[in-house]
């Protein structure tokens, strides 16, 4: 393979994981309830501020849909380009990037937790149990999603590259931090000013909303 045919097929495995990325289900799911993800709940189109804006059930969905995409997204061009050791990464990558930054929402796009977990059950179903638990504790342990997001964005790549001793993927999964650790600046400032809301949400509404002096109809 020469050195075009590569960047060709590379090119190719992150327009693939990008414009799948683009999907977004927390937009639709807004739209059919009639509130603009964007701009209601917490702002960001993403399976947490469906959690608050439509319920568990409607977060959950929207969630599954973002995993599976992101593992769609590296299977397809692991698939297609079964020779390039790199297309699963690069795909993976790109669906994270493609969900954060989506072209047809004017680059405003969710967080890219779900999607992370698409690419590592791609990778492996069993080390999503095992990145899944350690999210879970630290969950519990921090309280906070966004924590949750922008360390698990560090412990995987670190993981896999441990793991495969392929540490050229391993960078790659890294690319995504940055980004991801950008989307969540203002969840830390709130965090700081105790206006973030935590885990307990999922349990607790009304009395995570009234911790942070809001009501039930502002969310």
Do not use: Q
Not at 2 to 7: E, F, H, R
Request: aromatic residues 10%; positive net charge.
């Amino acid at each position: 393979m020469n050195a075009s045919d590569l960047v060709l097929r590379i090119l190719a495995c992150a327009l693939i994981g990008y414009f799948i990325g683009c999907i977004n289900p927390a937009v639709a799911v807004g739209r059919l309830k009639g509130y603009d993800p964007n701009k209601s709940g917490s702002g960001n189109p993403g399976a947490s501020n469906t959690v608050i804006m439509a319920g568990k059930g409607a977060g959950l969905a929207v969630a599954l849909f973002d995993i599976f995409k992101a593992a769609a997204a590296c299977c397809l061009a692991a698939y297609l380009f079964p020779e390039l050791r790199v297309a699963m990464p690069v795909a993976g990558v790109a669906c994270v990037l493609g969900h954060i930054y989506p072209v047809f929402l004017r680059f405003h796009g969710g967080k890219g937790l779900a999607c992370l977990g698409g690419v590592i059950l791609a990778y492996d179903p069993k080390t999503l149990l095992l990145m899944l638990s350690i999210a879970i504790v630290l969950g519990l342990a921090c309280r906070y999603v966004c924590v949750v997001t922008t360390t698990m964005y560090l412990v995987w790549p670190v993981y896999y590259g441990l793991l495969t001793r392929f540490w050229l993927g391993a960078a790659i999964l890294a690319i995504p931090f940055v980004p991801v650790l950008l989307r969540h600046l203002e969840n830390f400032r709130r965090i700081r000013s105790g206006e973030e809301l935590r885990l307990s949400f999922l349990w607790n509404k009304a009395g995570e909303l009234k911790r942070i002096g809001r009501s039930e109809d502002e969310s």
